[in-house]
């Protein structure tokens, strides 16, 4: 889903207010298992989002002659990476 577009009750077709009013009631609690050791032992925590990075990248400013931008913005998406692959091949060691 793009994140700049806000979900409507049209594409999750739902009736979001109905469910938004419900009241759980106490007979229902009883259709839910009771959490035992067993269940809890065989829980696996998951961690979400990218890996951590091997050398993670560092955000800087340079002034570079317009010119120069321009070639790189021309050269297509990835232009950056592009130039950050560059200059680490020529970076002394």
Not at 40 to 52: I, N, Q, T
Not at 71 to 87: F, I, V
């Amino acid at each position: 889903m793009n994140a700049s577009k806000s979900a409507s009750a049209r594409t999750l077709k739902s009736d979001l207010k109905r469910v938004a009013a419900h009241k759980v009631k106490a007979s229902e609690y009883k259709e839910l298992p009771e959490i035992t050791d067993d269940m809890l032992k065989r829980g696996v925590v998951k961690r979400a989002g990218r890996p951590v990075a091997t050398n993670p990248r560092r955000q800087v400013t340079i002034r570079l002659p317009e010119s120069v931008l321009e070639h790189w913005k021309e050269s297509g998406p990835g232009w950056q990476t592009r130039m950050a692959d560059l200059l680490t091949k020529r970076a002394p060691a």
